[in-house]
């Protein structure tokens, strides 16, 4: 009898599963993201921990060995300063996913931030901070991104410096999407019941914006950010490309890519530049199907 | 509705505005002018020189007048004057835009048609080996880097097998004239156009196959399915023509795109389109043209976004507009 009872309350219990837990479950489900999850992770160890397994990563620059074809010792060939391919693609992977993760960090940080204050207090900082990311989403992205990439080389900033200025302006001119996605979630929460309880309880705004808001905007904030490292990623790529973002010797992946801008290089040793653009293929992939993974896993109305 | 459509034009005119600053600020900001650009860098200006090369182009003056005076001319119509090209901005626009706008809208149409095939055929066989085909294949159209997949498309189709040209518009050294100019320049836009209806078609496939879905569950549906009408007839009549309703935002908002060029495309395949314009304009700190360009894209992006509200209104009669 007291077996069964136990048994029933422990039934229970596992039904009331946390929001957390039940998304987890609904992402674990689904095969694709499961794919991307060890891509990415495939990905990252490449990037971060394969350095220490190359044989070249001590190897001086040795001019005579540039340009080499893919071989045995050079998986991937070697680029026109004798560098072996695989070990620059690591390293870049490095800088490209860095610049990914912190360029969404500052995105989350104004994009949530905004939204929040935006949503919660209404009235004209909601119209000055609304109106400021209408003006940011009429300018268009691309002109203005090469403009600050082209200010940023007229600076003369340290390139291993470069890099935290990259970031910042990826984020500086994409914070907006999420800044009204956040906004209008707080709209709709402000009329919920919980809401009113805590207004009821006399709680202080801080109180309110920190404890009960930001754990309702956190599922969107994760799903946003997932799908905003691979956009960061994508716009670094197409900046170090146009010989704008990252610049030598800092390797990204979409600066090894401006090989391609060598009509012999273009022609002749595509090792140079198909295996970054293939990473950034890979990662942009894989982050993006994640993103999707974990929005239907939040959001199971969504879902089919 | 008419009274919505004024409301909306003068609620933009801040934005309007607001952008123009934000651009003026940062082209005004940025080091560097056209005086110690690259291609005068070369020449050893005296600094007397070079001052009254500044006087010469208004660069001397204090930010707030300096904008005043380009407002007050773009008002006119008048950009200003391109260093780069020593024509007006509008000019150097006009010749450039209609390149980038006959690639665009090729694209365009390309897009929608096959998105809305393949999007309609996908939801129609939900789960089916298509479909999941269709999905993947929409997240890599999605992901692709525009220079990656334009540089894979030249090097294998222009390069290794030689069937389309490396890039231009027109084939140098001749000169065609009627049919055989139109089939020229459609052989050199062939891989640009591929590119970029690549890369764009899979967002819109994925929307296309989201409000299917949701539409082919609705009861008025099932009420269709019931009479016995042909699937056909249900799924292009009376689903397809609901699930467009969203679409037409879509499309509203991609419009301004017509004429924005494509920058990255537009420099690999060396198309003359205005993209490549501006690319060029700003490493040669054209800033009059960089100026006129991004502002008149602003611009017509805020129409654009006037323009779905008003044509979603239209379209369906269950939003009204106050």
């Known amino acids: ?304 | 509705m008419f009274q919505y459509i004024i409301r909306r034009l003068m609620e933009s005119v801040p934005t309007i505005i607001g952008a123009s600053i934000v651009i003026f600020l940062a082209f005004s900001l940025a080091p560097g002018d056209v005086i110690t650009a690259n291609y005068t860098g070369g020449m050893n200006l005296t600094e007397e020189r070079k001052a009254e090369l500044r006087e010469l182009y208004g660069l001397n003056k204090p930010l707030p007048e300096r904008y005043g005076l380009w407002m007050g001319h773009v008002l006119q119509g008048d950009f200003g004057q391109s260093y780069l090209y020593n024509k007006p901005v509008t000019d150097v626009i006009k010749t450039f835009v209609w390149n980038s706008f006959l690639l665009s809208a090729t694209v365009l149409v390309l897009q929608w048609m096959l998105a809305l095939v393949i999007g309609v055929f996908s939801a129609v066989r939900q789960y089916s080996l298509f479909d999941s085909l269709v999905t993947v294949l929409v997240f890599v159209a999605m992901s692709l880097p525009s220079f990656f997949l334009g540089l894979l498309l030249l090097k294998l189709f222009a390069v290794d097998y030689r069937i389309f040209p490396l890039g231009g518009m027109t084939s140098t050294g001749v000169d065609y004239q009627g049919l055989q100019h139109i089939l020229d320049v459609a052989y050199h836009m062939a891989l640009p156009v591929l590119t970029l209806t690549l890369l764009s078609i899979g967002g819109t496939t994925r929307y296309f196959r989201m409000t299917m879905l949701e539409v082919v569950r609705q009861d008025y549906i099932r009420t269709a399915r019931a009479k016995g009408l042909k699937e056909r007839v249900v799924i292009f009549k009376h689903a397809l023509r609901n699930a467009l309703l969203p679409l037409i935002t879509l499309f509203a908002l991609e419009l301004p795109g017509l004429f924005a060029g494509a920058i990255i495309t537009e420099r690999i395949f060396n198309w003359p389109g205005i993209g490549r314009v501006t690319l060029d304009g700003l490493y040669q700190r054209d800033y009059p043209l960089m100026m006129g360009f991004t502002l008149i894209i602003a611009f017509l992006t805020i129409l654009a976004n006037i323009l779905a509200d008003v044509l979603y209104g239209v379209a369906d009669p269950r939003v009204r507009h106050r």
């Open chain 1, 1 to 304: 009898m007291t077996i069964a009872t136990e048994s029933k309350v422990r039934a229970v219990k596992r039904k009331a599963d946390s929001p957390w837990k039940s998304a987890w479950r609904r992402f674990i489900r689904n095969p694709m993201a499961i794919a991307a999850l060890t891509m990415l992770t495939v990905i990252v160890l490449f990037s971060f921990v394969g350095p220490f397994f190359s044989p070249y990563k001590d190897a001086r620059i040795t001019v005579k060995n540039a340009n080499q074809p893919p071989s045995a010792e050079h998986w991937l060939g070697t680029d026109n300063l004798g560098r072996d391919v695989v070990l620059r693609l690591m390293q870049a992977g490095q800088i490209s996913l860095l610049v990914g993760l912190m360029a969404t960090g500052v995105i989350l940080l104004l994009g949530g931030t905004i939204g929040l204050v935006s949503g919660f207090y209404g009235g004209w900082v909601d119209s000055i901070f609304m109106r400021f990311a209408d003006i940011m989403f009429a300018i268009p992205t691309l002109p203005i991104l090469i403009t600050f990439g082209a200010i940023l080389s007229d600076l003369k900033f340290p390139p291993d410096r470069r890099i935290y200025l990259v970031m910042l302006i990826i984020g500086l001119i994409s914070w907006m999407g999420l800044s009204r996605l956040v906004r209008s979630q707080v709209l709709s929460l402000k009329e919920q019941e919980f809401m009113l309880a805590a207004e009821a309880l006399g709680l202080r705004d801080r109180r309110k914006l920190f404890a009960h808001l930001l754990p309702n905007i956190i599922p969107i904030m994760i799903v946003s950010g997932t799908l905003g490292v691979a956009g960061a990623i994508l716009l670094e790529s197409a900046l170090s490309f146009l010989g704008l973002g990252v610049i030598p010797p800092t390797p990204s992946w979409g600066q090894m890519l401006s090989a391609a801008n060598n009509m012999v290089d273009f022609s002749k040793r595509p090792w140079l530049w198909i295996p970054p653009g293939v990473m950034i293929l890979i990662t942009v992939v894989s982050i993006n199907v994640i993103g999707d993974a974990l929005r239907d896993a939040f959001d199971p109305k969504m879902k089919r």
